[in-house]
């Protein structure tokens, strides 16, 4: 699955501390017109019998700006990719039952995969190698308590 939000620092972090999830790359992911321009993301590989499909979800829209636009929507776009179309239908159902259950208006978009390009090396794993960046302290870490807070 692909997830694009805000930072891929920040979304890489999230995402390498949730038990099930066994690998995280962070890079850029475009889909297909009109959506085609690179945007910051990150690619999930996960155990579905060890972490659900809603739990994944509900941390990605809550551990980013999910409801609101904002200027640089195109670098950081709201986006949860499929790779395949039949998995649109399940990402639509849990977006949706998580919209009653919060009480929010998602403008995540459901997009199709088109392609990915990883981060170079030396920014991958950016919270793993300097937890105490001032970047890590200011942004991840409020994301991991929010995370932290969730149950499964």
């Known amino acids: 699955m692909g997830l694009g939000g805000g930072c891929h620092w920040c979304t890489e972090a999230v ?3 949730i038990d099930g999830v066994k690998n ?3 890079g850029y992911v475009k889909s297909v017109a009109p959506n085609d321009t690179w945007s910051e993301a990150i690619l999930i ?3 579905s019998e060890a972490v ?3 739990y994944l979800i509900d941390i990605h829209l809550e551990t980013h700006a999910s409801t609101v636009g ?3 929507r195109t670098e950081y776009r709201s986006a949860i990719y499929n790779f395949h179309p039949d998995q649109i239908k399940p990402i639509e159902a849990v977006m949706s039952s998580l919209s009653r259950k919060r009480k929010k208006s998602y403008i995540t978009q459901i997009l199709e995969f088109a392609e ?3 981060s170079r090396e030396s920014i991958r794993n950016y919270y ?3 937890p105490e960046a001032p970047f890590c302290r200011r942004y991840i870490e409020p994301k991991l308590e929010i995370v932290r807070g969730m149950k499964t």
């Open 15 to 17: 995402f390498q501390q």
């Open 24 to 26: 995280v790359r962070q």
């Open 45 to 47: 590989d996960y155990d």
């Open 52 to 54: 659900d499909l809603v």
């Open 70 to 72: 904002h200027q640089r």
């Open 116 to 118: 990915f390009k990883e």
């Open 128 to 130: 793993k190698t300097r």
